[in-house]
């Protein structure tokens, strides 16, 4: 039996932590399911030549997205257990701001060039191509802001506006495109716009939440500015390349193919989302969570953590695996065909969501260190290049495949980096001066 004492301390541990796991699996699971249902049957009703519209606007907001959001992932980490300090905490937001906004000013022009080159193909009018780069911007704008107020709540615990956001959110879009459907006008743009709004309200939702929260007026300041890029700077190139190799395999297919295959490789792209409900509890759960985590307890739960998600991986593949069918139904049967290129998409999915788990706990604990974003661009553009030579880039599983082989190079070399972490410790402040994780957040 158990001590008395142990017992409390067990209950103590565990019961928060169920709590805050119950309640993010029901907000939370609530605005998923709604998010998913949204975009599940938009690939069903929408025409082929329609979504594969859909699915290249937002592949290619997925990439702007990423680089808007660079540094708010430091705020976490640079804040620790100093939640209590709204006037700290609102400084850095808005120094976050400032860059996020310098950003945009250097990602919305390349937009402009760069997206009519992927299409090129397509053979869709200059009219059409337009209206798309026009909602890009509009979508990345409120993104550029979404990312940092959404960062703020988080950091401030304040868990329950970010689910009511979510919420309100993913069933809105629900309802809208119901009616939109209803009406018989629901074709790729109506889609869209659906979308761009429920972007935009989130941004503003969080907002209005994270002052309200805060309380105090920000003021940016060049040492923070100083501070965030020090902590992000070193991950830059990886979070810039991979935010390119998350969408890698649409955009071979758009530039290289006809859109059926563009559609079949956007509505596969919709099975990767099975993973956003655990992948949303990286920065709202897992990365807090290790972030505050005294030394002696890492390794632990760092081994733990990465056998608990390993095996949700294997579990996904293998019903992908062994029961296709499943994923094929949802999809619908313009795309009943794929079974094989379900297997490769969930497997690479699997492999990629493991990965940025990894990264998110390496991120909360500094293990950010300038030769892992090295090696990560050099193995990675090293083994697509010896597979693109040989690999016919128009067909649906030839993208696929290279999508695996891009994710499992990149989980090799996050594994390598924890090892590292784990042995030689966090990366240095700003200052120079090498502080303990313990001491950093008290």
Same mark, same amino acid.
């Given at each position: ?112 060039? !760069? ?80 979308? !761009? ?237 090498? !502080? ?7």
């Amino acid at each position: 039996m158990l001590p008395v004492r142990r017992i409390q301390a067990y209950r103590q541990f565990l019961v928060p932590k169920a709590y805050r796991i119950l309640e993010f699996l029901t907000s939370q699971g609530i605005a998923l399911a709604a998010r998913l249902t949204y975009g599940f049957l938009c690939v069903r009703l929408l025409p082929v030549t329609e979504y594969a519209k859909f699915a290249v606007v937002f592949g290619f907001l997925g990439f702007l997205s990423v680089l808007m959001d660079f540094f708010s992932g430091t705020l976490l980490p640079l804040v620790g257990e100093r939640i209590n300090d709204r006037q700290l905490i609102a400084d850095y937001v808005a120094s976050l701001r400032q860059l996020a906004h310098r950003v945009y000013l250097l990602a919305a022009p390349a937009a402009i060039v !760069v997206y009519p080159l992927v299409v090129r193909k397509q053979q869709w009018s200059w009219r059409v191509i337009a209206a798309m780069v026009l909602l890009l911007l509009v979508a990345s704008w409120f993104g550029r802001m979404g990312g940092t107020y959404g960062s703020a709540l988080i950091a401030l615990r304040n868990r329950r506006a970010w689910y009511q956001a979510q919420l309100i959110s993913g069933v809105g879009s629900l309802a809208a495109l119901g009616v939109v459907w209803a009406v018989h006008a629901l074709n790729a743009f109506s889609a869209i716009l659906i979308s !761009v709004a429920a972007i935009a309200f989130l941004s503003l939702h969080y907002c209005f939440r994270a002052r309200e929260t805060l309380g105090v007026r920000g003021h940016p300041s060049v040492e923070k500015r100083r501070a965030i890029i020090h902590l992000a700077l070193p991950v830059a190139p990886n979070v810039i390349f991979y935010a390119l190799q998350g969408q890698l395999s649409l955009f071979l297919i758009t530039f290289f193919g006809h859109s059926a295959a563009v559609a079949s490789v956007g509505a596969l792209s919709r099975l990767a989302q099975i993973f956003m409900l655990f992948g949303q509890m990286a920065p709202l759960l897992i990365e807090p969570y290790f972030a505050k985590l005294p030394q002696s307890r890492v390794k632990r739960n760092y081994l733990g953590m990465l056998a608990a998600q390993g095996t949700l991986c294997i579990c996904a593949t293998s019903l992908a695996r062994y029961f296709p069918q499943i994923f094929l139904w949802i999809l619908g049967p313009k795309y009943g065909a794929l079974r094989q290129e379900v297997v490769l998409m969930i497997a690479g999915s699997s492999i990629a969501y493991l990965s940025a788990v990894l990264f998110m706990i390496h991120t909360a604990r500094r293990f950010v260190y300038w030769w892992n974003s090295v090696l990560v661009i050099i193995f990675t553009v090293t083994a697509q290049a010896l597979f693109i030579i040989k690999t016919d880039l128009s067909t649906v599983r030839g993208v696929l495949v290279l999508n695996l082989v891009t994710a499992a190079v990149g989980l090799f070399v996050h594994v390598f980096t924890g090892i590292y972490g784990l042995v030689r410790g966090p990366r240095s402040h700003a200052t120079g001066e090498l !502080v303990s994780v313990e001491d950093s957040y008290v």
